[in-house]
């Protein structure tokens, strides 16, 4: 196994883990976004992620499931102005909030798929879509990086912090422009970071599942999506995650005359990743709690850069 497919299979467990913290029998009544959030990370992270970004108006009749299993950093619909009629799609779509949201809002004529890798995310958000009666939507079981959908089938691709999670970015940036038509856009919320930060510095402030570890900076993903054939691209931040990186969002549309994506040479940096960070404490607690001369001894002998196996 690949460090990459070691670290697909590390962020597939701790979201079945959100998942099933969510959807167990326990369920609304005494499971709140914090339980799913703690699946995740070891901080309370509640005020920068989650529900807390949608109007009450939106969440109002959702299933409370859809709403507690809300673990995006923005509300990818206020970014997209999704019209009715159009075809949507969302990257990473967890318990389905986004996609029912996006249903409502194109209508009958249009329809809003949902691709996620979690087979729990995946049992939650069908569960989700029946109980709120949405007949126009469909949750797709894949990877982001090789989206399940024909060439040029989509109007809009929307994502909610899964982006910062691949493993390969340059792949899921030529995925999304491959299947939308021609003049179709992109709104995606995601973690971004200012471009002074390293990965390593990335790494510091907090673990690749809690979505900073892997986050790309402002220019990173500026050029990674020029690259692969967007234009008018913006990354707006929101509100701070961390130091020194944000909750953001990120539009773009592709050219009216664009078919097939440019072969792409980006090359999207190397996160300091954190495989088998599940066993040990976050990268940004370890860099509070394991100094270094003190790393040989908590980490069992080996040499652990910030942002890899820590020290409980
Ligand atoms: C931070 S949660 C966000 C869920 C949802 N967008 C929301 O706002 O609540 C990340 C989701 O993306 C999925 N995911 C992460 N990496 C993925 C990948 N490479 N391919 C497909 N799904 C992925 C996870 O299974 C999880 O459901």
Same mark, same amino acid.
């Given at each position: ?11 597939r467990d %701790?979201y079945a883990?959100?998942a099933k913290?969510?959807g167990? &029998? ?8 914090? *339980? ?6 070891? +901080? ?13 108006? #939106? @969440? ?33 779509? &967890? =318990? ?10 194109? =209508? ?8 996620d890798m979690t087979d729990e995310m995946l049992e939650l958000a069908r ?7 949405? @007949?126009?939507?469909?949750f797709l079981k894949g990877?982001?990086? #090789? ?7 989509? *109007? ?11 493993? *390969? ?6 995925? /999304? ?7 179709? %856009?992109?709104?995606? $919320? ?19 599942? $809690? ?32 130091? =020194? /990186? ?6 773009? @549309? ?32 370890? $860099? ?12 069992? &002998?080996?040499?652990?850069?910030? &942002?890899?196996?820590?020290? +409980?």
């Amino acid at each position: 196994m690949t460090q990459s497919d070691e670290l697909l299979e590390h962020v597939r467990d %701790r979201y079945a883990a959100a998942a099933k913290a969510v959807g167990s &029998g326990s369920g609304a009544s005494c499971c709140g976004p914090t *339980d799913a959030l703690a699946s995740i990370s070891d +901080r309370d992270e509640s005020d920068i992620f989650g529900a807390g970004r949608y109007t009450a108006e #939106q @969440t109002g009749d959702l299933p409370a499931e859809a709403v507690l299993a809300s673990l995006g950093c923005g509300n990818p619909l206020a970014v997209a102005e999704l019209r009715e009629g159009e075809r949507v799609l969302d990257l990473g779509s &967890g =318990g389905g909030i986004d996609v029912l949201l996006s249903a409502r809002r194109v =209508g009958d004529a249009g329809f809003a798929y949902g691709l996620d890798m979690t087979d729990e995310m995946l049992e939650l958000a069908r569960a989700n879509a029946i109980k709120a009666g949405a @007949t126009n939507v469909e949750f797709l079981k894949g990877q982001i990086e #090789q989206i399940p959908l024909p060439d040029a089938s989509i *109007d809009v691709v929307i994502s909610n912090c899964v982006i910062n999670l691949s493993t *390969d970015k340059p792949a899921v940036l030529a995925e /999304m422009f491959r299947v939308l038509t021609p003049a179709g %856009r992109i709104g995606i $919320s995601d973690v971004v970071a200012e471009d002074h930060l390293s990965p390593a510095e990335r790494a510091e402030r907090g673990s690749y599942v $809690s979505c900073i570890a892997g986050a790309l900076s402002e220019s990173e993903y500026l050029a990674g999506l020029a690259a692969v054939g967007f234009a008018d691209a913006e990354v707006v931040f929101t509100h701070e995650a961390a130091p =020194g /990186m944000h909750a953001a969002v990120i539009r773009a @549309t592709k050219p009216e005359g664009a078919t097939a994506p440019p072969a792409t040479t980006w090359t999207a940096p190397l996160a300091v990743a954190a495989v088998g960070e599940s066993s040990c404490c976050s990268s940004g607690d370890q $860099s509070s709690c394991c100094a270094p001369s003190a790393k040989a001894e908590c980490c069992g &002998g080996h040499a652990h850069v910030s &942002g890899s196996c820590g020290c +409980r």
